[in-house]
């Protein structure tokens, strides 16, 4: 919620965002995107990066990304889950670097707490009951736009003149209050009003509504390294995506 409406600390909500999944996921024993093998090469590798400052692992990344575009790096989903070793050490160093030495004052905390409760009674002033008698979830709902820098684009538009944008990805939030049961789901269905455009719904169960959504009907990358990420904790369903990139060819 705070990556969606706290722009301008978004480098600490990225950084607390990726560690806290991460541990999640080690506390639910399942890490996504670890193709490491055994607990040695997995304990080695860690042992390496751990000892990293952040501006060293920046430049590990960097290197990393490098070979794999040039294809030195043979074993690629070996590679990847170096890569998202390297990223989440970072994102521990950048916040100790820059906030686990910083001392929050009372009156700071007040603040942060009056702030949790405007949020949390503005989020239940907008709840709804539909007429069926279900729960209305409340959402926030993202396009990731950029432009696509292919061989054809570089060739026919610049800096000054670009592409039209396009969509690379969604990012859907939704929040599920007193949530109990089974972990709400995602589905992916036919649009009538054509082949280009499909439906995700999300299903949380007999106490709230589906919530339905229009979406670009292009293959997902579910690579953790190109920001999938799907899970359900604490009553919010978190759900982010980008679309695979083709090469352009004649």
Same mark, same amino acid.
């Given at each position: 919620m705070h990556l969606a409406i706290d722009k301008t600390n978004s480098l600490f909500w990225e950084a607390a965002n990726l560690v806290c999944n991460w541990?999640?996921?080690k506390a639910s024993g399942v890490e996504h995107g670890n193709a490491l093998g055994n607990s040695e090469i997995s304990s080695e590798v860690t042992s390496v990066i751990e000892t990293k400052t952040y501006a060293q692992?920046? /430049?590990?990344?960097?290197?990393?990304?490098? !070979?794999?575009?040039? *294809? @030195?790096?043979?074993v690629v989903e070996f590679w990847e889950s170096v890569l998202n070793y390297?990223?989440?050490? !970072?994102?521990?160093? /950048?916040?100790?670097?820059?906030?686990?030495?910083? +001392?929050? @004052?009372?009156? @700071?905390?007040q603040m942060i707490a009056s702030e949790i409760s405007r949020i949390n009674s503005h989020k239940n002033d907008q709840e709804l009951i539909s007429e069926h008698g279900l729960?209305?979830?409340?959402? +926030? $709902?993202? %396009? &990731?736009? *950029?432009?696509?820098?292919?061989?054809?684009?570089?060739? &026919?538009?610049?800096?000054? &003149?670009?592409?039209? !944008?396009? %969509?690379? *990805? /969604?990012? $859907? %939030? +939704?929040?599920?209050?007193? $949530? %109990? *049961?089974?972990t709400p789901l995602y589905s992916i269905e036919n649009d009538r009003g054509g082949s280009e455009s499909s439906l995700i719904r999300f299903h949380a169960g007999p106490r709230y509504e589906d919530v339905l959504f229009q979406i670009v009907n292009k293959e997902w990358d579910l690579s953790w390294k190109s920001g999938f990420r799907c899970m359900f904790v604490g009553g919010i369903l978190r759900l982010n995506f980008f679309f695979k990139q083709f090469s352009y060819r004649r």
């Open positions: 541990e999640i996921q692992l920046i /430049y590990m990344q960097q290197q990393i990304e490098i !070979k794999m575009k040039s *294809g @030195e790096r043979k390297v990223m989440i050490y !970072k994102a521990k160093r /950048y916040l100790q670097q820059n906030y686990s030495s910083r +001392i929050i @004052e009372p009156r @700071e905390t729960r209305k979830p409340k959402y +926030i $709902f993202r %396009v &990731h736009t *950029g432009f696509k820098w292919n061989k054809y684009n570089r060739n &026919h538009y610049d800096n000054e &003149h670009p592409p039209p !944008k396009i %969509v690379k *990805g /969604y990012s $859907f %939030v +939704i929040y599920y209050p007193d $949530f %109990v *049961g089974r």
